[in-house]
């Protein structure tokens, strides 16, 4: 049974900074992505970042409206990725959600709030 444990989100000021982590357990894949999805209200849930953990080392994808204000990063001996989130606006606020994906399976955290107050 693979379970994801998210930490961090909270309440934040416009231009400030948070940092959410995923503890992923259970028998995952050492081949696998875990990044980050976010969900605001009466929106459908995107991505926000995603690292894919390959043979040949790693491969990221950020949303366009990220780029350059939010860092992805793992620890694959830990299973745990982080995301670093810096800059954040209004229209940042949503649910943010663990997620992992690994031989056709994907598993979601419970979802962590982060609001940013303008």
């Known amino acids: 049974q693979v379970q994801l444990v998210e930490s961090g989100g909270g309440l934040v000021q416009a231009g400030g900074s948070l940092r959410l982590s995923c503890a992923a357990s259970g028998s995952i894949f050492s081949i696998n992505t875990m990044g980050w999805y976010r969900q605001a209200p009466g929106k459908q849930r995107e991505l926000v970042a995603r690292m894919a953990s390959v043979t040949s080392g790693s491969i990221t994808n950020y949303a366009d409206s990220v780029k350059g204000r939010f860092t992805i990063s793992r620890d694959n001996a830990k299973n745990t990725v982080s995301l670093q989130m810096n800059s954040l606006q209004p229209e940042d606020t949503a649910v943010y959600y663990c997620?992992?994906?690994?031989?056709?399976?994907?598993?979601w955290g419970q979802g962590t709030q982060v609001t940013v107050s303008s």
């Open positions: 997620n992992l994906r690994f031989l056709a399976r994907e598993y």
